[in-house]
């Protein structure tokens, strides 16, 4: 019996079509990942951008955000606490008093009239990041 040194032929290239299998979805999802490093990059400033806005408009008095939303009108227009036009990334300030506890039975919660919760709304102009949140008196 003839003692057996390497690999065969039919060996090597059993080897060689495993790794090609293997290395080519993994070869491009490498490269998704490279391309598609500057959008994410992107999308995490827009939503920095509007937690920051947000944190600083909850910040507020209490009255002054209830005062905004009043003279907004309701929560599909942008309130004066939004930034000027042409700032980049602009963000939007949406506010409204909000009926938390449902006192008028219609289950919608911008048709109550309670005064001391204020749904505030911040949101990147032309994208569709928001975050929502709720402020007590």
Known sequence: MRKQRGFGYVEALVAVILLTVVL????????????????????????????NKLRDVTGSRFDDLDAAAVAAGGPNTASSLSDP????????????RYDGD????????????DT???????AIAD????????VAR
């Open 102 to 113: 449902n006192a008028d039975g219609d289950n919608n919660g911008f048709t109550g009239v």
């Open 24 to 51: 080519v979805p993994a070869l491009e999802a490498l490269g998704n990942a490279t391309r598609n490093a500057p959008k994410a990059a992107q999308d995490d400033a827009l939503w920095m951008s509007a937690a």
């Open 116 to 122: 001391d919760l204020i749904w505030v709304r911040a």
């Open 85 to 96: 036009v042409g700032g980049n990334p602009r963000v939007l300030i949406y506010l409204s």
């Open 127 to 134: 994208t569709p990041v928001s975050l929502d949140t709720l």
